[in-house]
């Protein structure tokens, strides 16, 4: 059986330098390089300080999507899950949510990309760009959890 690869982005956003806000953009920076490593073309990486509604028109070319981002919320180390168009408009410290850019990819686009917002929890906000030791721990359960889902999710589409 022949097919091609599902389209991954994995979409890591925050501020590195505000400590644990990079979580995200340090996440897809290691995703970027196991996938270089292992020569996959079907797996891309983009990061950004915020989301924004010019983000909707990129995932238009994707089947997966990952939203990664840092958390102040109690978690324990990281929370997977599965990602809803909404287009619930809310202020908060990113521009825009993940949920309201997949509602603009289906309403522009007519595209709904299966999608997941993976939050990383981090323990300091300061401006500096070293994050703390509890981060680096949940940065590292973060990775592996994205590389098992993606090596569990790259079977050929026919």
Request: net charge negative.
């Given at each position: 059986?022949?097919?091609?690869?599902?389209?991954?982005?994995?979409?890591?956003?925050?501020?590195?330098?505000?400590?644990?806000?990079?979580?995200?953009?340090?996440?897809?920076?290691?995703l970027d390089q196991w996938?270089?490593?292992?020569?996959?073309?079907?797996?891309?990486?983009?990061?950004?300080?915020?989301?924004?509604?010019?983000?909707?028109?990129?995932?238009?070319?994707?089947?997966?999507?990952?939203?990664?981002?840092?958390?102040?919320?109690?978690?324990?180390?990281?929370?997977?899950?599965?990602?809803?168009?909404?287009?619930?408009?809310?202020?908060?410290?990113?521009?825009?949510?993940?949920?309201?850019?997949?509602?603009?990819?289906?309403?522009?686009?007519?595209?709904?990309?299966?999608?997941?917002?993976?939050?990383?929890?981090?323990?300091?906000?300061?401006?500096?760009?070293?994050?703390?030791?509890?981060?680096?721990?949940?940065?590292?359960?973060?990775?592996?959890?994205?590389?098992?889902?993606?090596?569990?999710?790259?079977?050929?589409?026919?």
């Open positions: 059986m022949t097919g091609k690869l599902p389209n991954i982005l994995i979409y890591g956003y925050g501020n590195p330098g505000r400590q644990d806000d990079g979580l995200g953009i340090r996440l897809a920076e290691e996938c270089a490593n292992h020569h996959w073309q079907h797996v891309s990486t983009d990061t950004n300080y915020q989301l924004n509604v010019e983000d909707a028109a990129g995932l238009a070319n994707y089947d997966l999507v990952i939203f990664a981002d840092a958390s102040r919320e109690n978690i324990q180390s990281i929370s997977f899950d599965r990602l809803l168009p909404s287009a619930k408009t809310e202020f908060t410290m990113h521009a825009v949510s993940p949920a309201f850019i997949l509602h603009l990819c289906h309403e522009i686009f007519n595209h709904k990309p299966e999608a997941y917002l993976l939050h990383i929890r981090g323990y300091e906000w300061e401006f500096m760009e070293e994050m703390t030791e509890g981060a680096g721990r949940n940065l590292v359960e973060a990775v592996n959890r994205v590389k098992q889902f993606i090596l569990e999710y790259s079977t050929p589409i026919v």
